[in-house]
């Protein structure tokens, strides 16, 4: 049997520039998948004929997401935006969603991916979230864990964690709000933000506001995040 073949979305710099950081594929190919850049394009059909070839998708960190596709006005603090990427990972998302493959959302991923399928999201954790926060923007090396996340227990993120305590790096201001219908909030940091979301609907649907992928390869949960993941994959496999 081949190796499942797994799209990674990426980032766009100007001058005509795609981006991601290597992390991704190599943990990817560590544990036995086959990552592949998904190119930007504003083909629709295109995009949804690479979920006819992909058996898995991981969408990416990176940028803010335009708040209009969630029916809000920008927040001041806003970061840069790239409607492309966010027209691209949205569709890519609801068909892969539809086909019921496999997805593994890492930071701005959770997020584009809450939205995707009907979700809301604070545009800034500083000035929308009502309650004291924690520092979720780490200013230490991104392979170092700052603070605590609480798995909740029967969820599929606990048994694929085999905890309900973890310590995590963190790099966002944007978070998820409200679960998208069929999605729910599995994890939480210690000041309530959602650190975890997942799919009641489909095998393998999780997202992590976290940065698994700048795990060193002896992190546990990272690769048991990235195990389970492909392995998901893997039984997806079409011939």
Partial sequence: ???????LTASFEQPNRIFITRHYSDWIERVGGLPVIVPYTNDVQQLKEYTTLLDGLLLSGGGDIDPTLFQEEPHPQLGSI????????IVLAQEMLRLDLPILAICRGIQILNIAAGGTMYQDLQGQYNGELIQHQQKAPTSH????????????????????????????????????????????????VIEAIESDAHQFVLGVQWHPECMPKEHASSERIFTQFVQA???KIRV
């Fill in 1 to 7: 049997m081949r190796k499942p073949l797994i799209g």
């Fill in 82 to 89: 790239l409607p492309e990427r966010d027209t691209l990972e």
């Fill in 233 to 235: 994959c893997s039984s």
């Fill in 145 to 192: 864990v700052s603070h605590t996340v609480d798995v909740l227990p029967e969820s599929k993120l606990a048994d694929l964690l085999q905890t309900t305590q973890l310590k995590t790096n963190s790099f966002h201001h944007q978070a998820v709000k409200d679960p998208a219908p069929h999605f729910k909030a599995t994890a939480y940091s210690r000041d309530g």
